[in-house]
């Protein structure tokens, strides 16, 4: 029932604003749906796609190589690069919820893949972001377009090719935002599109088509990270911003689809994250005297159920001819 979604609360800091680094201009990469930095390169992945590719950006967001493989993937959404530099695609967007498995599949720098098929416990989902543990352990959140995003990770070792049952580990509710862009209007604040983890793996990040949500993981936990509150970090006028990651120095990075489109920056926005939970009551202020905002200056919740009834249409719709133009 929509009267049934529960939105949790969340800050927003006044943090600098999103600058653009440089403008993704290769038409190869006209989804950009995930991305991963390790400070010198960006790595970068398409939505859909026929065969598994990472592309390798430098600063100025030019393609100096593709790491490709064979394996022929159903639908990339997100991207994560674990300690020993493997890349982990999550192979699971499923916009029609019609997949018995999904995937995620490792990649080396060389160019070697190796797949594992999972299942979900309670039917299928479509699934965005992916999140790698310290300690190499995947977890998935879905993009629900009517209530709370799932959470999800492997219940016990990865098998190959598998498939490895899933655990439900938790959920998260995003409440909706003022924050313009995205394709599918105020709804799109609502959805998770992406997600990272910080270099240290003491911050957890999940966006929508409109804002980040950083969480506080001082252990590296993720599944009892997404279980704080986070700091909101707005990220406006994205065409459909699906892309976000860190730079080693805590530098939140975002990108969207379509050729023409910037990566943008915000700059050390780890040094906004509190690795203590904040009392409940006042809101705390921002790093450096800064006044912190609640962010409940979106819509109140009859325009949410309001918008949902419109949106939701046009999600599935767009959903659909997504779909359409993969398998």
Do not use: I, Y
């Given at each position: 029932m929509l009267c049934a979604l529960v939105l949790a609360p969340s800050v927003a800091y006044a943090a600098e604003a999103p600058a653009p680094v440089c403008t993704v201009k290769d038409k190869r990469l006209n989804e950009l749906s995930g991305l991963v930095s390790d400070g010198e390169h960006f790595y970068a992945i398409n939505d859909g796609g026929t065969k598994t590719q990472v592309f390798v950006l430098g600063r100025d967001c030019a393609v100096q190589r593709v790491i490709t493989n064979a394996a022929d993937p159903y639908d990339v959404e997100d991207l994560a690069r674990a300690a020993d530099g493997t890349f982990w695609l999550s192979d699971t967007g499923d916009n029609r919820k019609q997949r018995d498995t999904v995937a995620l599949l490792a990649l080396t720098p060389q160019g070697k893949a190796t797949l594992y098929r999972l299942t979900y416990p309670d039917g299928q989902h479509d699934t965005e972001a992916l999140l790698l543990g310290r300690d190499g352990t995947p977890y998935l959140v879905t993009k629900n377009i009517l209530g709370d995003a799932s959470v999800f990770r492997p219940k016990g070792k990865l098998a190959s090719p598998g498939p490895t049952p899933l655990e439900n580990v938790g959920s998260v509710a995003i409440k909706t935002t003022?924050?313009?862009?995205?394709?599918?209007?105020?709804?799109?604040?609502?959805?998770?599109?992406?997600?990272?983890?910080?270099?240290?793996?003491k911050v957890v990040a999940l966006r929508t088509y409109t804002d980040a949500y950083l969480y506080p993981a001082p252990d590296g936990d993720i599944a009892a990270a997404l279980k704080r509150e986070p700091v909101r970090v707005p990220l406006p006028g994205e065409k459909q911003g699906e892309a976000i990651?860190?730079?080693?120095?805590?530098?939140?990075?975002s990108g969207s689809e379509g050729v023409g489109e910037p990566i943008k920056a915000v700059p050390k926005a780890t040094d906004l994250v509190k690795m203590e939970p904040e009392p409940s009551g006042e809101a705390p202020a921002a790093p450096g005297g800064a006044s912190a905002a609640p962010s409940g200056s979106g819509p109140d919740e009859s325009t949410v159920t309001a918008v949902i009834v419109v949106a939701a249409v046009l999600v599935i719709g767009f959903g659909l001819f997504r779909r359409s133009r993969r398998r």
């Open positions: 003022d924050t313009e862009g995205g394709p599918v209007g105020a709804l799109g604040s609502l959805l998770v599109t992406g997600g990272a983890t910080s270099a240290d793996g990651a860190f730079d080693p120095d805590g530098t939140l990075l």
